[in-house]
């Protein structure tokens, strides 16, 4: 572990670290999963309404949305290592109330376990891909976003193949998920523990070198802002395709659960290997292009999908997929190096603003959809890529050295 410390510190990347983090980002999001993957579920065993089920996914995500930034705010001041096997035993504890929950209530509650599982999970996540990137960030936070992004993609699956054999209760086979995840994440934290014990004892502080010029604090809140619409038109997007689209496969083309999770399961994994191709990526033609290449890219496509047959369907979530997740550790190392002082409050800020949109997007989606259609719906939500051509007024960035 000596050598790791060491290795860290002198800006080379600890590789097992990287990938053990990714990992239990990967094992974190799988849990997360299980809530829209439970949709079709809920809906046909309890009857819920669409709009039942946008609060559930407010709750989840709303708590994981406040709570993001407060945890990275804290943790700038004071890391706290061992909050990452803490905040997954909350996921622990969430998966198990959700397998056997006989009301609604229960559900809700439930859910809001596993967004506090999530809320100190993402930020201090981030932070120790960070401590471990060494000069290859982009690398890292792409190892550690596609982790969780995988995971997501899994939610097609657990509903075709897990949950709707078994029904609400076979949200329980995921309680070892979290066990494992508990486990790696108290060893992850012990290494963690070390790092920071070494650069106290060297009384040197890790600084981020940004790769974007100096700006005044109201240029940084420009570009602050313009990052945020960003993440909300992808966010509001995804949380479409991930929890809605099924029911308009299944309207529209006459699909099956089982049938529709597997487009959806496309969408999600070309999408994870959007993430990991885009943070190597920036490395080389700058973290702007790419952040404006995701979502410009989409725009025609996303408007086309609604009205497209469904062998080209399955080409177009593809594409939509892959271009759409390309920023997605993009901008939250943007943001970071927009304000390098303060790592883990930028990470809890943009991912928690993420799960926050899918918050918001998983109401609103669900009251249009009982309001005009599930049809109009997707027509309706097919317009808010153009939203990321905000994208163009972001500054510049430039390369920078690798410092060791």
Known sequence: MANAIKTSMAGNPVYPVMFAIGACHLLNDTLQAVIPAMFPILEEERGLTFTQLGLIAFALNMVASVLQPVVGYISDKKPMPYALPLGMTSSFLGIAGLAFAPEYWMILVSVMFLGFGSAVF???????????????????????????????????????????PLGQTGAALFLFVAALGIFILSKISRWYKEQLEQEKLQKVKKVLLSSLPEMTRKQIGIALTLLLIIIFARSFYVTNITSFYIFHLMEAYGLTIQQGQLYIFLFLGVGAA????????????????????????????????PYMPLYAVLLLLGLIGF????????????????????????????????????????????????????YE?????????????????LPKDRKIAAVK
Do not use: C, W
């Open 377 to 393: 719906t997707m027509v309706v939500v097919s317009f808010l890529p153009l939203l990321g051509l905000v994208g163009l007024g």
């Open 323 to 374: 271009f759409i997740m390309l920023s997605f550790s993009v901008t939250v190392v943007y943001a970071q190096e927009l304000v390098p002082s303060k790592i883990g409050t930028m990470a809890g800020l943009t991912v928690g603003l993420a799960f926050g949109m899918g918050a918001i997007g998983g109401v609103v989606i669900g009251i249009l959809m009982d309001s005009i259609g599930v």
């Open 274 to 305: 959007g993430t990991f191709f885009g943070g190597p990526l920036a490395d080389k033609i700058g973290r702007k292009n790419v952040i404006v290449l995701s979502l410009a890219v989409p725009i025609p496509l996303a408007l086309m999908l």
């Open 122 to 164: 993402h930020p201090e996540g981030s932070r120790v891909s960070y401590m471990a990137a060494g000069s290859k960030r982009g690398l890292s936070q792409s190892i550690y976003q596609v982790g969780g992004n995988s995971g997501q993609a899994l939610a097609p699956l657990i509903s075709a193949f897990i949950l709707v």
